[in-house]
């Protein structure tokens, strides 16, 4: 692989971990489902309560965390691959792409199991900060090659 390239490798890892993450899901989800006797076409027709309402909360953190992997990772999808193209996705911005996916990991642990809101907060927050750092440097490479 291209050296620039480097940053392709956190990129899979995410998008891998998003699937993790919707095996996970399903996995609890749909024996819950059964548990709670709930038959899906008639909460669609119903259209009050939601799974929400429905289901363990233990259960739906994996599907809220799922979600969120489709989110603020989004953003790192674009970076990654602009940084890749432009030929700035080793060194430093490789780096902060591991970072990036190791926190966003972690966070999806921490909220699928304890789901404790200020660990979370905080991984999510430095997080962002690592995202910000890759968006800035896209940017620079962007309108200064």
């Given at each position: 692989m291209d050296?620039?390239?480097e940053i392709l490798k956190p990129l899979a890892v995410l998008a891998a971990w998003t699937m993790v993450m919707w095996v996970w899901m399903y996995a609890?989800?749909?024996p819950a489902m059964t548990a709670a006797k709930l038959d899906p076409d008639e909460l669609?027709?119903?259209g009050g309560k939601t799974l929400d309402q429905l289901l363990p909360a233990q259960t739906q953190w994996k599907a809220h965390n799922y979600n969120h992997l489709h989110e603020a990772p989004t953003v790192f999808y674009a970076v990654a691959l602009a940084l890749a193209i432009m030929g700035?996705?080793?060194g430093l911005n490789?780096?902060?792409a591991w970072a990036y996916v190791g926190l966003?990991?972690?966070h999806s642990l921490v909220q699928a199991t304890i789901?404790?809101?200020m660990i979370r907060f905080l991984l999510f927050s430095l997080s962002s900060?690592?995202?910000i750092a890759l968006v800035v440097h896209t940017v620079m490479a962007a309108f200064h090659g």
């Open positions: 050296m620039t390239a609890t989800r749909l669609v027709r119903q700035q996705g080793d490789a780096t902060l966003r990991i972690v789901n404790k809101v900060l690592v995202l």
